[in-house]
């Protein structure tokens, strides 16, 4: 049985979802206004992670991910210019250009992590119809009130607001700054849609006006749309909790008038030297940098691999070294099993498969499935030891299939073509019976410092 950790009830939970056949989960996407950086991609390999360990346990999933190209303003309220009309501003781009370019890059990003494409995909500029639907639903039902520069939702209308991190409203009054702005009834109030004006690059026609839609609204109007009232998991990151997925909440279940996300999962952050990753601090890598540095890909999602998903994982570059080395020992010794074709028996088998299964179904804890991997691989080799290791690739996602020989050294020096040349003419003179003149060519390849010898595979070449 899969148990969850839920950050709404703060306990781990036996997973049991809404439809028994189909899983319906949906996990807060990138804003695409720059490159995603390493701490971005733990999210998402954490994400993979509950997709990976779903289908393991035979679940079928109806995923979707939002790519934010709208609405996410520097700061995650209400204030500040639009991340995207911002990078445009900066970049001489029009919005659209630099969403299409960083959603490129976030997927090839992510395939060359081998994190699997969710089966819906949703732009949130493509929703925005949905989005003042929503926003007129709450309005008709009193959630929302109008103000000069946009709509705004009332949370003092939703006494249960801020159970995710359990917040109190009065410690968010508190907590709130002074230039708020003063035609909000509570300074935890948010945007549903904001009023653009003339400048704005990007708005569109709403009953209130030209606007842009709120943040938050996004993903409560594509969630509802594509898995309906209700489903099972919500994922993201750990700091979506305080400000985005409250809103969420509140959004939704004054809508719908119940509960309608059964477990809210979050993935810790990825820290750089024990500190923040931030760019002023210039230490902030892409995938891309780590590729240049010689790194693959696949090292960075190993090195993920073995951290829990709700402890805070270190980056460090001695860290990422070992991941890579001792992913590479993984790779060759998996070989080692492929090509042996002993048998391994299959109660020694089976144990390894429930021990791996425990560990993935105790919350994910993929450490401990490393650990189960390790003591397999150590086995005799066998062919039966690898063909499991596929199976635990499963939720890995380690390409362990492309499990090779070891590189062979790369010949010392590559023979010149005149020595080339010289063996194809004596192998020639061979065919025609000309001994005399094979002989003579094997001196002249002599001369130039090679030796030339005649093997069941044909003449081989090496330097004297
Ligand atoms: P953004 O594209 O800025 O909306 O962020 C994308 C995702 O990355 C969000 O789910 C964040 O929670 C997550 N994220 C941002 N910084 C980090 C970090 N240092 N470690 C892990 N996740 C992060
Ligand atoms: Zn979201």
Known sequence: ????????????????????????MYSCGPTVYSYAHIGNLRTYVFMDLIRRVLRYDGYKIKGVMNITDVGHLLSDGDEGEDKMAK??????????EIAAYYTDVFFKDIDALNIGRPEIIAKATEHIPEM????????????????????????????????????????KEAGARVEENSEKRHPA????????????IMQWPSPWGMGFPGWHIECSAMSR???????????????AV???????????????????????????????????????????YTIAQLRDMGYDPLDFRFFCLNAHYRKKLNFTFEGMTAAKTSRERIMATLYQHKVSPVKTDETVLNDYKNKFSEAINDDLNIPLALG????????????????????????????????TAPKQDAPKDDIPQEVLDLVQKRADAKKAKDFALADAIRGQI???????????????VTKQ
């Open 1 to 24: 049985m899969l148990k969850v950790y839920n950050t709404l009830t703060r306990k781990k939970e036996d997973f049991v979802p809404i439809d028994e056949k189909c899983v319906r």
């Open 87 to 96: 990078a445009a501003r900066e970049q001489k781009k029009t919005p659209w």
């Open 132 to 171: 003042i639907e929503f926003v007129q639903a709450l309005q008709e039902k009193g959630y929302a009130y109008e103000i000069t520069d946009g709509i705004y939702y009332d949370i003092g209308k939703f006494p249960s607001y801020g159970k995710l991190s359990g917040q109190v409203l009065d410690e």
């Open 189 to 200: 109030d948010f945007a549903l849609w904001k009023k653009a004006d003339k400048n704005h």
């Open 225 to 239: 749309k594509y898995l309906g009232e209700t489903f099972d998991i919500h994922s993201g990151g750990i700091d």
């Open 242 to 284: 305080p400000v985005h997925h409250e809103n969420e909440i509140a959004q939704n279940e004054a809508r719908a008038g119940k509960k309608t996300v059964n477990y809210w999962m979050h993935g810790e952050f990825m820290m750089v030297d024990g500190g923040k990753m931030s760019k002023s601090l210039g230490n902030v």
């Open 372 to 403: 189960v991997l390790f003591n397999m691989l150590k086995e005799p080799k066998s062919k039966d030891v690898y063909e499991l290791a596929l199976q635990f690739d499963k939720v890995f996602g380690l390409s362990f299939d492309k499990a």
């Open 446 to 460: 002599a001369e130039l410092g090679y030796i030339v010898k005649d093997t069941r595979e044909g003449a081989v």
